[in-house]
């Protein structure tokens, strides 16, 4: 199947300052990808929605200035997170969709810690 | 709108027992369904899928039959192992490659030896 790639897989970050994630669709042309986040032991949250060259459509409660995302190619969308503090430690996951099939391919997370 | 319902865990089984995760969903549309697992520490990846009605998606050892008439989309193994304890995910998805997907608060499934 399809591979997206999420780097880095950790992070750790001290508090105010800023973490950019990267989501790359490696073998096809990801149209649009999805950012989740997911708190313990609970299930994912949509954060926002990104189809290339145009602006993220966020969801209700997410902050739009503080998760930016960024999908510029085909095959790269990024979430950077700004001004970090401790509440946004979690457990961020891309995924990425296109072509024809209607499923869509997850990166492997990127655990943020904000210390 | 759409929605994903599907059992809570966590379910606890011993090695080579069934199982069986249930899944119910609702859609204005003819939508396609997934099953997701996630292991520990790990991300997501697909299990199996249905895109149409009396489909069976089947991946190792699971399988899971969309059933347009009861809306479901259950899980089975007929023998589990320990390997397999992780989080499923039931989701489903309109088709429409922009569209997003939409998941259960997931099943959590630890396996004995």
């Known amino acids: 199947g399809a591979v997206v790639s999420q780097h880095p897989s950790r992070v750790i970050c001290k508090s105010g300052t800023s973490v950019k994630i990267e989501c790359r669709s490696l073998d096809f042309q990801a149209t649009t990808m999805f950012w989740y986040r997911q708190f313990p032991k609970q299930s994912l949250m949509l954060m926002a929605t990104s189809n290339e060259g145009s602006k993220a459509t966020y969801e209700q409660g997410v902050e739009k200035d503080k998760f930016l995302i960024n999908h510029a190619s085909l095959t790269l969308s990024t979430l950077t997170v700004t001004s970090a503090h401790p509440e946004d430690s979690s457990f961020y996951i891309c995924?990425?969709?296109?072509?024809?099939?209607?499923?869509?391919?997850f990166g492997q997370g990127t655990r943020l810690t904000v210390v | 709108g759409n929605s994903v319902t599907q059992m809570e865990g966590p379910v606890t089984l011993s090695e080579e027992a069934f199982l069986t995760i249930n899944c119910t969903y609702t859609a204005t549309g003819y939508p396609s369904l997934f099953w997701y697992v996630q292991y520990p520490g790990e991300g997501l990846q697909l299990l199996l899928k249905a895109t149409k009605a009396d489909d069976k998606g089947s991946n190792k050892g699971f399988e899971a039959t969309y059933r347009k008439e009861t809306t479901s989309f259950h899980l089975e193994k007929g023998s589990v192992q320990v390997s397999d304890s992780a989080v499923y995910f039931c989701a489903l998805s309109e088709g429409s490659r922009d569209d997003k997907i939409i998941f259960g608060k997931g099943t959590r499934l630890h396996i004995l030896p």
């Open positions: 995924s990425a969709s296109g072509g024809t099939l209607p499923e869509a391919f």
